[in-house]
């Protein structure tokens, strides 16, 4: 009789473990950092000055973002700022950083996102498949606040545009390995904008210039979780979507290139985000 106790207590926890799981819900809030190198010729500008400069871009790029998340879905979108950051401006040089505000929906189960994304003030919704990264597990652990977190990395060739010393447009391919920290005490296949594929929540991003890290997470709030799938917007693919942002770099490349480069009180204007 005490073997048949012991084994329906074992029982019941199971079950109470398994419906603790499905029901699982939370909101991580994540900040991101960028560094910030920009090519400044010009014997105009000191290295103070172009020091100064780049130290206000940082600041711009300093963002804080939500995910908030259940078993399955996510939602990942910027949150909003009471005061927008002054744009950056040195020797008679302004560079104003254009947020994006896109709000980045993932279906783990359905293995499909759903991206909203403005650009030039026009909307999309970006729909697609998941990408399967085939992420290598690393042999290191580190704690971000109470969790215990391992490594992973990927590799992939990235392209990008940019105009070479003869001000020509150029794409040039290169390698690009992102890092992430992950920790199983939080047992969701899920992440930050559209890193997802571990067993556990991702909690830190080290994606090139890119850093972002959790530092607040709320598990099963008191209040239940909501989350809503995107739907305005015109609805495009990701490679339609990247053919269309191509297009539009190249058209800010050609303006630029035909700027008198001397004009005082220069805009550049940088938008990330979509």
């Known amino acids: 009789m005490k073997i048949k106790n012991i084994s329906i207590i074992l029982i019941a926890l199971f079950i109470s473990s398994t419906i603790t799981a ?27 000055m ?6 206000q871009i940082r600041k ?44 980045m929906y993932k279906n783990i189960k359905e293995n499909r996102y759903s991206n909203k994304a403005e650009v030039f003030g026009k909307q999309f919704l970006i ?15 580190k704690n971000i606040g109470k969790y215990t977190c391992y490594k992973a990395t990927f ?5 990008e545009q940019t105009l070479n010393e003869k001000n020509e447009i150029t794409s ?13 005490q939080i047992p969701v296949n899920n992440g930050p904008e559209e890193f997802h594929g571990l067993p556990g929540l991702i909690l830190e991003v080290n994606d090139g210039d890119l850093t972002l890290v959790c530092s607040k997470i709320v598990i099963n709030p008191e209040e239940e979780v909501r989350i809503v799938e995107p739907t305005k917007g015109k609805v ?5 979507f990247d053919e269309i942002m191509d297009k539009k ?7 630029f290139k035909s700027r008198n480069a001397h004009e005082e009180g220069e805009r550049r204007m940088i938008r990330i985000g979509g």
């Open 22 to 48: 499905q029901d699982f819900q939370g909101i991580a809030t994540y900040k991101s950092h960028r560094k910030v190198d920009l090519k400044m010729g010009g014997e105009e500008m000191s290295n103070e």
């Open 50 to 55: 172009k020091e100064r400069l780049q130290e």
């Open 60 to 103: 711009q790029f300093q963002q804080e973002y939500t995910l908030t998340f259940n078993k399955n879905e996510s939602i990942y979108k910027q949150n909003e700022k009471l005061e927008t950051p002054a744009p950056a401006q040195s020797g008679g040089m302004v560079v104003q950083i254009q947020q994006g505000s896109d709000i």
């Open 127 to 141: 729909k697609d498949s998941l990408s399967n990264r085939k992420w290598e597990l690393v042999n290191e652990t």
């Open 155 to 159: 590799t992939e060739e990235v392209e």
């Open 172 to 184: 040039v391919a290169s390698e690009r390995t992102s890092s992430v920290w992950y920790t199983p």
């Open 236 to 240: 495009v693919t990701q490679t339609e």
């Open 249 to 255: 770099t190249e058209e800010m490349m050609e303006n």
